[in-house]
């Protein structure tokens, strides 16, 4: 029988240990996964637990590709496990070993456990505070600058994927409930994807990774999902057992590459050249789709016309590393199974030509018609589940607010007006550049930081100017789990609640099932949801001036996740209340497994766009043509991409992943190393124009003989921070959909020596 949340007590031991763990993840099938992400359904036996328990229903809120369906086990207010939902057929029963490492991050003896206040920046010098202190202290910091400055444009948020759970928008609601302030937009993990396929298609739609199963031709295209998808790889087996073939296109050998038929290693940042190739022997074949280009396409003869003038299959293959007779191999291949599918990953997305790539690989997805048919696609991502009310992020400034009235301020449906006043905004600035832009604005600067939901030290770009950025800035308040470097620049932090301690909801970017997340346990020591944070603030300013904060000061998590249902979320996914998810996740009843699968596209032409004046009206070129790559500017390239046992800075921490991953490393080719006289195992430095990281060195051949490669990730002991080597130079689109370009995270350079 499941308690009421509210009659419980506070527990705080951590209900099991290090072996439990290690054996509980075996017994899961984890273990297996974990060379090459294995996971099969059915593979696995099911445990079976003695005793009784309150079950409640939990969703992964990371950001990562799954979003996996949870079901806690709970025995007097102590978590004692966890397991993948078997309801849905995606989760399938099975958790990664970072989920089933939740119950160690919850009862974590880093966690962070009350409000301090840290006295000196990066001192280490922190001393308990209580909430009251801490809301007091902030705001009074508000009323001040609105004072000197006649606004709250010197507040600024930085907020974005440590949670996706829906009510933690209710952090942009805080900010709108105290007026108009700064905020950092874009997104720094999959913008000019997003452009690009909006440009093409109208909108990011993808299949439903479920009938991968059904393609007969597989390409994954950039990305590692044997790493961070474990659960969609299930489909990609059982379509390889049903004869498919898998080619993976990737600068890098990775365990989704070690899984394919065909292994392509493309230069980095040339997979759209590599595409022109394809498309030209496509259409020198004459295997394009007739049909398709015809009836549903819009400027096919002008993308021909551009590839019979400008793209040879020797010219691609010169600038893209792969041998022409594989070009043509592949391409034919492609183009002659049906369905043919392609996963697009963000890496490839992810450099100064990064947006114009993806156009490229939409265009032989297109050409092909395998756009709009079941276990076909050029898959990216989705939204198309998120229709939820965002009630917690739509609120209202206070009266008398005043705002930003530059022309670039954001125009959206959730932009609230002064009723018979001027036509305020917040002052937007792109995320990607946050040192630059708090050392640059003005009128008035940047004086004061909220970071939610997000660690820039890990995460953000050119980490010594960040330094020299946070150096100026009045006050930070950063709300975390854990005494991460972000927290090590703040003055206050704020201890947030985990995903077990919430009531929330959380929907998909890839999959098409929806989870409700239950509070399971009582709040751990101090910590506070987003929202119940918010509230508090809200009320604390009202008491120092009346009316200074529109948020509600009374919070039951539980009320506002409820608010974030509507007819539309109910009829997609089939249910009559939101409490029918309390037996289990749903999935959207879809029409059919495929985007598009009407060819009805949301472009201004309603066709699939090979020729966008949308595109040009950005300053991009109307067709997918080439792009030059960023010019090198160090000696090898640098690569920085997720690590298998982390999502960004989260879970690398937690001690009992060290078991896993005991360390950083460089990993690089051993012809380079001997160049430069390094051993595996030697403490070396790697050094470019941003900075320098200090780190000990992996000789492999996975990776190519000009690359660097080091995964992102913060360790709790290891003094590492790849983002002492990442400027923030931007990629080519983003700004359409997200408002600010992305940023080319894989165009580094850098050298290497002894240490
Ligand atoms: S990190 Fe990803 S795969 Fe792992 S439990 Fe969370 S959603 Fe699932």
Redesign the pocket.
């Known amino acids: 029988m499941k308690k009421e949340f509210d009659k419980t007590e506070e527990a705080s031991t951590c209900p099991f240990n290090r072996r439990g763990f290690l054996k509980g993840i075996a017994a899961a099938g984890v273990l297996a996964s974990i060379p090459a992400g294995i996971l099969r359904a059915q593979a696995w036996e099911r445990i079976q637990y003695e005793g009784e328990y309150d079950i409640f229903r939990n969703a ?1 809120p ?1 950001n ?1 590709y ?3 369906s949870i079901k806690s086990y709970v025995r007097n207010n102590v978590l004692e496990f966890i397991e993948g939902a078997q309801e849905s057929t995606f989760t399938d029963g099975a ?2 070993v ?2 089933y490492a939740y119950p160690r991050r919850v009862y974590s003896p880093d966690r962070i456990k009350y409000p301090m206040r840290q006295i000196g920046r990066g001192t280490g010098n922190w001393k308990r505070i209580s909430w009251d202190e801490a809301m007091t202290e902030i705001g009074e910091k508000i009323l001040e600058m609105k004072k000197k400055d006649g606004s709250l444009l010197g507040m600024a948020l930085d907020k974005y994927s440590g949670n996706f759970g829906i009510t933690h928008y209710g952090v942009e609601g805080m900010m709108s409930s105290l007026g108009y302030t700064s905020r950092f937009v874009g997104t720094p993990c999959w913008p000019a994807g997003i452009d690009a396929q909006n440009f093409d298609m109208g909108n990011m739609w993808c299949n439903d990774p479920e009938d991968l199963v059904k393609a007969k031709f597989i390409i994954i295209w950039g990305g590692n999902p044997a790493w961070n998808s ?2 969609t790889m299930k489909f990609i087996y059982e379509a390889q057992e049903r004869g498919a073939k898998l080619v993976v296109i990737d600068p890098l050998l990775t365990q989704t590459a070690a899984k394919a038929d065909l292994y392509v290693r493309v230069k980095t940042s040339q997979d759209g050249v590599l595409a022109l190739g394809m498309a030209r022997h496509i259409v020198d074949k004459g295997l394009y789709n007739k049909e398709f280009v015809e009836s549903y396409s819009k400027g096919f003869d002008d993308f021909v016309e551009y590839l019979k003038t400008s793209v040879t299959v020797e010219w691609a293959a010169e600038q893209s590393g792969v041998p022409a007779e594989a070009i043509r191999q592949i391409a034919e291949d492609y183009a002659k199974a049906d369905p043919a599918t392609i996963w697009v990953g963000y890496g490839l997305q992810r450099h100064v030509n990064g947006g114009v790539n993806v156009r490229a690989i939409d265009a032989l997805a297109a050409m092909t018609g395998n756009v709009g048919k079941e276990g076909g696609g050029v898959r990216y991502g989705h939204l198309q589940t998120w229709g939820f009310n965002y009630n917690a992020m739509v609120q209202k400034q206070p009266e008398g607010s005043v705002g930003y009235l530059g022309k670039d301020k954001i125009v959206s449906e959730f932009t609230a007006e002064q009723e018979g006043g001027a036509e305020y905004a917040d002052r937007t600035i792109n995320i990607n550049k946050l040192a630059e832009s708090i050392l640059t604005t003005n009128d008035p600067p940047i004086r004061m930081l909220w970071v939610a939901c997000k660690n820039p030290f890990a995460q953000d770009f050119d980490r010594p100017k960040l330094q020299k950025a946070f150096g100026t800035l009045e006050k930070v308040i950063v709300v975390d789990q854990f005494f991460n470097e972000t927290v090590q620049n703040a003055d206050i932090v704020l201890p947030t609640t985990t995903l077990f301690e919430e009531y929330t909801v959380n929907a998909s970017y890839w999959h098409y099932w929806l989870s409700i997340n239950e509070k399971a346990i009582p709040e751990q020591y101090e910590a506070r949801s987003d929202l119940q944070i918010a509230a508090m603030l809200s009320k604390k300013m009202n008491e120092l001036e009346a009316g200074s904060c529109t948020f509600p000061q009374i919070m039951d998590t539980k009320v506002w996740m409820e608010k974030e249902f509507n007819d539309g979320i109910y009829k997609l996914f089939g249910i009559r209340k939101w409490q029918d998810l309390r037996s289990g996740p749903q999935k959207a009843k879809l029409t059919s497994s495929a985007a598009w699968h009407e060819k009805k596209f949301a472009t201004p032409s309603g066709k699939y766009e090979f020729s966008s004046d949308l595109a040009a009206e950005y300053g991009h070129t109307r067709l997918p043509e080439h792009k030059s790559r960023r010019k090198a500017y160090d000696a090898f390239r640098v690569l920085t991409p997720h690590t298998q046992f982390g ?1 960004h800075s989260q879970f690398v921490n937690i001690d009992y992943m060290e078991d896993f991953n005991k360390e950083p490393f460089v990993y690089m080719h051993p012809a380079a190393a001997r160049a430069r006289k390094i051993s595996d195992g030697d403490m070396v430095k790697v050094f470019n124009k941003v900075g320098s990281v200090t780190v000990k060195a992996k000789l492999t051949n996975t990776v190519a003989e000009d690359v660097l490669l080091m995964y992102e990730a913060w360790f709790k002991k290891a003094n590492f921070n790849v983002q002492n080597l990442v400027d923030d130079e931007s990629s080519d689109m983003g700004t359409f959909k997200t408002g600010a370009p992305g940023v080319a995270i894989h165009d580094q350079f850098a050298d290497i020596a002894k240490a």
């Open positions: 992964c990371r990562c799954d979003t996996c958790l990664c970072k989920g474990v659960h999502l």
